[in-house]
């Protein structure tokens, strides 16, 4: 039992499950940020666009509400919101991925730093010894 617990202990705290955390904690935050600018500020221009339609509203009436019922509704305005939060959140995706992979390939594309003189030493010393013995 105690060697699964140090495994785990050490699984837990290896720093790719820390920076995963971190990842997801901000990615929730990012969720939110994202819901509330199409929410807020995307969707009033466009519903305004429409004909003054707020998506929120838009539902469709399957059965009347009764004294001992409520109305049952196709909320479909709430389903074209959530399609909304989907396209612009997987744009921003998209574009942070596009910058990652141009940073990385402007790092491939450096070239290597210049050998220090410490290692132009080494290598003339190397190559020296080889001399001798061949």
């Known amino acids: 039992m105690q060697a699964f617990l140090k495994e785990f202990r050490e699984f837990a705290v290896r720093g790719n499950v820390v920076d995963m955390a971190v990842g997801i904690v901000i990615g929730a935050a990012f969720g939110k940020i994202t819901s509330s600018f199409v929410a807020d500020v995307l969707t009033p221009p466009i519903g305004l666009l429409l004909g003054g339609v707020d998506f929120a509203d838009l539902s469709i009436t399957l059965t009347e509400a009764t004294a001992d019922a409520a109305a049952v509704t196709l909320g479909y305005g709430k389903f074209i919101q959530t399609v909304f939060d989907f396209v612009i959140i997987a744009f921003a995706v998209f574009l942070l991925i596009k ?34 013995a061949g």
């Open 99 to 132: 910058a990652v992979n141009a940073m990385k390939r402007k790092q491939e594309a450096a070239p290597p730093p210049a050998p220090s003189n410490e290692e132009k030493l080494l290598t003339e010393i190397r190559d020296l010894l080889k001399e001798r």
